[in-house]
């Protein structure tokens, strides 16, 4: 089955700074990779997600870009805030799977003033 | 996301026992999904069902059972095979089983141990 790993586990920028979370895939197959970002005690939510026929997404100061190849989609923060301060998960959907999703374990970003 | 309730949002099992997380959805999702979340891990999912009346095992159905009897509900029995039941439950639909579109979660249930 599909296997996601996530890095770095915990990662901390100053506010203003950039902030970048990689992740790999296994299976070629897939082709949907959202991200989500969880705050402490709350349901994850959908950030932002691109799908396989595209490389690069970008939503305001967020952007997510996707290398097919190498099996490696990525999470771009710019001018981060505290409030972006969370965990994020990727994760990724293998075609045909039911729409199964294969979490990362998880980023614990935070955003220091 | 509004549309997903989950309940109760805090449960709490004796050794031995059997007990059920709820998850309703009013957003005619066909597609329903459980999963587990430990400390400093990832979601992994327990079991899917893709349509009322059908339902698979995902990673880690050992210990849990599933019933979709209607559209809507898709509740999720923590048994008493289940030995290590304490995490935080996470219950997701998406509009249809076999298509690209996000999962969208409830508030989630944690269960602890009496």
């Known amino acids: 089955g599909e296997n996601v790993e996530q890095h770095p586990s915990t990662l901390s920028v100053q506010e203003g700074d950039s902030a970048v979370i990689k992740c790999t895939y296994s299976?070629?197959?897939?082709?949907?990779f959202p991200w989500y970002k969880q705050e402490l005690g709350k349901r994850p939510q959908l950030i932002i997600d691109i799908r396989s026929n595209v490389g690069e997404k970008k939503d305001q100061r967020i952007a997510v870009t996707l290398n097919k190849t190498a099996k490696h989609f990525s999470l771009h923060i710019t001018e981060t805030q505290p409030e972006d301060s969370a965990v994020y998960f990727c994760?990724?959907?293998?075609?045909?799977?039911?729409?199964?999703?294969?979490f990362g374990t998880g980023t614990q970003l935070k955003v220091e003033l | 996301d509004g549309g997903i309730t989950q309940s109760p949002k805090y449960l709490f099992r004796k050794e031995g026992q059997n007990v059920t997380l709820s998850c309703e959805q009013n957003l005619n999702h066909d597609a329903m999904y459980w999963y587990r979340q430990d400390p400093g891990q990832g979601l992994r999912l327990i079991y899917y069902s893709q349509i009322v009346n059908d339902f698979q095992k995902g990673d880690i159905a050992e210990g849990y059972s599933v019933s979709r009897e209607k559209k809507e509900s898709f509740p999720l029995t923590v048994t008493s095979a289940q030995k290590n039941p304490t995490a935080f439950y996470l219950c997701?639909?998406?509009?249809?089983?076999?298509?690209?579109?996000?999962?969208?979660f409830g508030d989630g249930t944690r269960l602890s141990i009496l």
């Open positions: 299976d070629s197959a897939s082709n949907y």
């Open positions: 997701a639909s998406t509009p249809q089983g076999n298509s690209n579109q996000p999962q969208h």
């Open positions: 994760a990724a959907r293998v075609t045909g799977g039911g729409n199964k999703l294969t």
